[in-house]
């Protein structure tokens, strides 16, 4: 059993690694699904993961996964520059007109990840054939596949999460996603058959008294400032599989 949170900020590397998190997957503006994280956060965040390891998310713009010239070429400058900043893997995902995988797009970024492990991101819950595209996924080489199993929460995608893991057998990890919490994370294990759970754990922080401006982040409730990873959904849920890991060894 690994574990695996999203983060946006140091403060997120530095609780993930403190509780015990396996891997962290580092973007910018969670808000919006993730992006591509900045280089200084980049660098700054290897120095602080100890054991954990930091996945860059190459993301370069909200929307669809459906990328222009132009964009990709951003995305294969992006993976060159978080491979010399240290970082220990990358999320990514492209999708063609067709709804399924852009094969040339996807070969060019893994090839410039210089053989450090790939994972496939949410791309696949927004295609047109999450099992096509995990058969694309495995020729192509990536190491884990992150997935909600097409639905906004894990629990009501577990049916096909638990497919993908039944087609993947051993060639490649799927990675549940999709507001997994403490609460939950056993019901999914159970449901689904994964090893790997991703978790994007936040919570609203309150900031300075705003004035007639406010750059107050998207969503945040009345009276708080910009969301920041929850320390203790992080340890709760580290915990939790900790003793399924332990249990299964036992």
């Known amino acids: 059993m690994r574990v695996e949170i999203s983060v946006e900020s140091i403060h997120g590397v530095d609780i993930a690694a403190r509780c015990g998190a396996d891997r962290v997957e580092l973007c910018g503006a969670l808000a919006d699904g ?8 980049l660098e700054l965040a290897v120095a602080h993961s100890k054991i954990t390891e930091v996945h860059a998310l190459i993301r370069p713009r909200p ?13 294969m400058r992006d993976i060159r520059a978080a491979d010399r900043a240290g ?10 007109s067709d709804g399924l995988l852009d094969t040339e797009a996807c070969a060019a970024l893994i090839d410039a990840a210089e053989h450090k492990p790939v994972t ?8 047109s054939s999450p099992a096509r595209v995990l058969d694309q996924a495995m020729e192509l080489g990536f190491t884990r596949v992150l997935t909600s199993g097409g639905h906004r929460w894990a629990l009501d995608g577990a049916p096909t999460i638990a497919a993908l893991v039944t087609q993947a057998s051993d060639r490649i990890t ?10 939950s994370a056993l019901q999914i294990i159970t449901a689904t058959g994964v090893r790997d759970i991703h978790a994007a754990v936040r919570s609203p922080v309150r900031g300075a008294e705003a004035g007639a401006v406010s750059f107050t982040g998207i969503g945040v409730p009345d009276g708080f400032d ?11 849920l580290c915990s939790i599989v900790d003793a399924t890991r332990r249990g299964r060894h036992d």
């Open 120 to 127: 496939l991101h949410r791309a696949i819950d927004a295609s």
């Open 87 to 96: 970082a220990h893997g990358f999320v990514v995902g492209v999708l063609a």
């Open 34 to 41: 993730g992006l591509t994280p900045s280089h200084g956060l």
């Open 63 to 75: 929307g669809d996964f459906r990328y222009t010239r132009s964009e990709l070429a951003v995305m």
């Open 226 to 236: 910009h969301f920041d990873t929850d320390e203790a959904e992080v340890s709760a």
């Open 174 to 183: 799927i990675m549940a996603c999709g507001g997994i919490r403490a609460s």
